[in-house]
């Protein structure tokens, strides 16, 4: 055994070592270096309580595998070992004041702390536990040879926003069910929230249904898709894919495991053309479509018909016992009015209803749907065209993608809103101007853009409608990504930026500081085997 003379003098010569560096993404609010670092052993063990059972395992199963070593799961009850070292997770109420999703991290030479006043805040200390920790510790097996250390510092954190969210369009291309429990292993790392799961397009419908066979049946497959830009070529190759209902559980408890919710989005009453293969009858017109085989905006759009609502009704029935989000999200962009405006049967419902046109009959058919979502105890998420035909459903939440104004119009409406504008969150667009991109849909959205937005407009800064922007969230539009890897590629490290948007603090927003920390931050991708662009 070490004398105390011995061990004080290897304690000073840790404390002389150069500091590990500490580079945590998103920034968290505050963080002070101590003295010294905790290093991990074959004895290391594991502390929680009960309510935090299952974030504990989570971090031993990582542990382990890097590791090899053992990293028991004590019960947080338990006496505790003197001197025996220990990483510890536990509610601490007093923390309220840090909020539902915030902790405090504490790390000494004798071991780590993090103590939050609810489970997610537990859950995010463990994020930053993960990057406080050497870069091999994300891969998939143990690296000998690495000194398992923690810097002793001391973290207190929460974040800004409550809604940070990660969209993946999975209809214009399929991602298998294991590249979407990555994406979400991803965003957790990243503190980030909300999954919104873009189910159903023109292209494709990806969501099993059990009253609707033939939405997968037909919906799910598609004869062949455009090649890169031009319309006029296809690439003759069929495209499909779906999810089963058992698939979404499976998500949906991965993701609730990782603090994410998984808000669906089903499409309606545009970007529908995959449904109509499936269910002619649902449409405006007979002349029967296939799933679309081509980019961009159908014109073929649902009818505003009691069996097309019925239809909607059933199927989010379905959803909604799927998934447990309070947000469901029915798209509502880009409906092109022709069809409506031709049916005589849109034209009958709009004398009806007393919409004077296309816009005023779409805003009718979203109350109708945000009606039946009340009675499920859901909120309607839609895309700012929801508020085109005038006051949108009572309660919606607005996402606003066109431009900032209309998420401000939204939130002077009255509603919340999710601030997801194409200027600075569409990751479909070009990162880099220079040669070798991989083909894109175009603009242009380089990190530095990324990591300037601002979710709330300078009008309701300060304001007590600030509070209606819930958040902000990047999208993944995947005309242009075939592959999880083309995902990847495009999603990072572009959506390490909107984490650090929406988690952290205004004030702390250092674009060179950003860059500095990720650095370091990218050998942590690297090593989970990323294909981010470098
Ligand atoms: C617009 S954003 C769309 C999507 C496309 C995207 C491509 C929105 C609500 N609709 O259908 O994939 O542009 O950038």
């Not at 004895?43 to 542990?63: G, H, I, K, V, W």
């Not at 997968?216 to 455009?226: I, K, Y």
């Not at 816009?359 to 039946?372: D, I, T």
Request: aromatic residues 8%.
């Amino acid at each position: 055994m070490a004398s105390p003379l011995a061990a004080a003098l290897l304690l000073s010569s840790q404390a002389a070592l150069p500091p590990a560096p500490v580079a945590v993404v998103p920034r968290p609010v505050r963080l002070e270096r101590g003295e010294g670092t905790f290093v991990l052993g074959p004895a290391t063990r594991l502390r929680a309580d009960a309510s935090l059972r299952r974030t504990a395992e989570l971090l031993q199963e990582e542990l382990r595998r890097a590791t090899g070593w053992p990293f028991p799961l004590l019960d947080g009850a338990a006496r505790a070992v003197p001197a025996s070292p220990e990483i510890r997770l536990r509610i601490d109420r007093s923390l309220a004041s840090l909020g539902p999703e915030g902790y405090r991290l504490t790390s000494t030479p004798r071991g780590v702390e993090i103590a939050a006043p609810a489970a997610a805040g537990a859950f995010y200390g463990v994020q930053t536990l993960r990057q406080l920790l050497p870069p091999q510790l994300f891969r998939r097996a143990v690296t000998p040879g690495v000194r398992w250390e923690v810097p002793a510092v001391r973290v207190e954190d929460r974040p800004r926003f409550s809604w940070r969210g990660s969209h993946l369009d999975v209809a214009r291309h399929f991602m298998p069910k294991r590249a979407v429990l990555d994406h979400i292993d991803l965003m957790a790392l990243h503190k980030l929230n909300v999954f919104h799961w873009h189910l159903t397009d023109d292209q494709g419908w990806r969501l099993e249904i059990r009253k609707y066979p033939r939405l997968v049946e037909v919906g799910s497959r598609r004869r062949e898709s455009q090649l890169g830009r031009d319309e006029e070529k296809g690439d003759g190759t069929p495209h499909g894919g779906f999810y089963t209902q058992d698939d979404v559980r499976e998500v949906v408890r991965y993701a609730a495991e990782r603090f994410v919710t998984v808000v669906p989005e089903i499409e309606m009453p545009g970007h529908a053309q995959a449904i109509l293969a499936a269910y002619p009858d649902l449409g405006n017109t007979p002349a029967p479509v296939e799933v679309w085989t081509r980019w961009g905006i159908s014109e073929r759009v649902l009818s505003v018909d009691d069996r097309t609502i019925a239809f909607l009704t059933d199927v989010l029935a379905e959803v909604v016992d799927l998934f447990p989000s309070p947000f469901v999200h029915v798209g509502g962009d880009e409906v092109p009015p022709r069809e409506w405006n031709e049916s005589p049967a849109a034209r009958a419902r709009m004398r009806e209803t007393g919409a004077r046109d296309a816009e005023e009959l779409h805003s009718w058919l979203m109350g109708r749907v945000g009606a039946f979502l009340a009675s499920k105890g859901r909120r309607l998420v839609g895309w700012d065209e929801i508020l085109d035909g005038g006051p949108a459903v009572p309660g919606a939440v607005v996402m606003s993608w066109r431009r900032a104004k209309s998420g401000l119009d939204a939130v002077r409406a009255g509603h919340d809103v999710v601030m997801a504008p194409m200027s600075h969150t569409y990751l479909d667009y070009y990162q880099s101007k220079e040669p070798g991109e991989p083909l894109a849909i175009g603009g242009f959205l380089p990190l530095e853009t990324v990591y300037a937005f601002e979710p709330v407009p300078p009008e309701l800064e300060g304001g007590d409608r600030a509070s209606c922007v819930l958040g902000a969230q990047a999208q993944l539009w995947t005309e242009f990504m075939a592959t999880p890897e083309a995902v990847q590629y495009m999603a990072w490290p572009r959506l390490a930026a909107l984490a650090e948007v929406v988690w952290s603090p205004r004030e702390a927003r250092d674009l060179a500081d950003f860059r500095a920390r990720l650095a370091p931050h990218l050998a942590r991708l690297d090593a989970l085997g990323v294909s981010y662009r470098g």
